[in-house]
C-alpha cells in the first residue's frame, strides 16, 4: 500500500502575522479608496443639482408665482365655477384643487425660499470681500441666473474686460460655493 502524501504546509505565527498585517492594509487602503469615489460621486452629484436649479431659476421663480391648482384662483371662467359648484353640491366643498400641482407648488416654494436666502448671503459675503475676484464671482451668477435681462458669457467677459475662460473660472467657483450654501458642505 503505497504512502499517503500530505501536501499541507505549516507557518509559522510571525508569517500568520505578516499575512494578516498585509491583508489588513489592502482592505483598508481599498476601504478608503471606495470611501474617495463615494464623496467624489456625492461632491459632483451636489454641483449638478447646483448647476441645475440656476440654470431652472428663472423657471422656478414663474412657476411658483403662475401655478393654478384651484379653482378659485381662475376668476375669468364662471361656467367652470358654476359647473363646479354644481357637482360639488351636498358634500360641502365648493372648490376644486389639484393637490399634486399644489403640492408641486409649495415644494418649489420651499426650495426657492431656501435658494434666495442662501442667494442673499452669498451676494453679501462677496460684496464684503473687498477682493473684485470674488465680486465678479456673485455678478456671473447674477446675470447668467438671476436678473431677468440675461447676459451670456461673452457679454460678461466684455463687461468685466477679461477672457471667457476667466468668466467660466468664476462661474465654476461661484458654484462650487453656492453648492455648499444649498446643500451643505461638499468637499
Known amino acids: 500500500m503505497p504512502k ?3 501536501d499541507s504546509i505549516t507557518l509559522s505565527k510571525d508569517q500568520i502575522k505578516a499575512i494578516t498585517e498585509t491583508a489588513a492594509a489592502v482592505a483598508v487602503r481599498e476601504y478608503l479608496k ?3 469615489r463615494d464623496r467624489q460621486e456625492r461632491k459632483d ?5 447646483t ?3 440656476m440654470e431652472k431659476y428663472r423657471g422656478m ?3 411658483s408665482q403662475d401655478a393654478v391648482y384651484d379653482a378659485t384662483q381662475i376668476d375669468d371662467d364662471y361656467d ?3 359647473l363646479m359648484e354644481m357637482m360639488q353640491e351636498g358634500i360641502g366643498s ?3 384643487t389639484v393637490h399634486s400641482i399644489q403640492e408641486g407648488a409649495a415644494t418649489v416654494s420651499i426650495i426657492l425660499h431656501h435658494i434666495n436666502k442662501m442667494l442673499e448671503f452669498y451676494e453679501h459675503r462677496c460684496k464684503t470681500s473687498g477682493k473684485t475676484e470674488i465680486l465678479r464671482r456673485w455678478e456671473t451668477v447674477r446675470w447668467l441666473y438671476i436678473e431677468e435681462e440675461e447676459k451670456t458669457i461673452p457679454e460678461l467677459s466684455q463687461m468685466f474686460f477679461v477672457d471667457e475662460r476667466t468668466v467660466y473660472r468664476y462661474l465654476k467657483a461661484a458654484t462650487l460655493d453656492l453648492s455648499a450654501l444649498f446643500f451643505g458642505l461638499c468637499y
Open 34 to 36: 471606495e470611501a474617495e
Open 94 to 96: 365648493h372648490t376644486l
Open 80 to 82: 367652470l365655477l358654476t
Open 51 to 53: 448647476r441645475l436649479l
Open 4 to 6: 499517503e502524501k500530505n
Open 61 to 63: 421663480v414663474v412657476y
Open 45 to 49: 452629484h451636489r454641483l449638478h443639482n
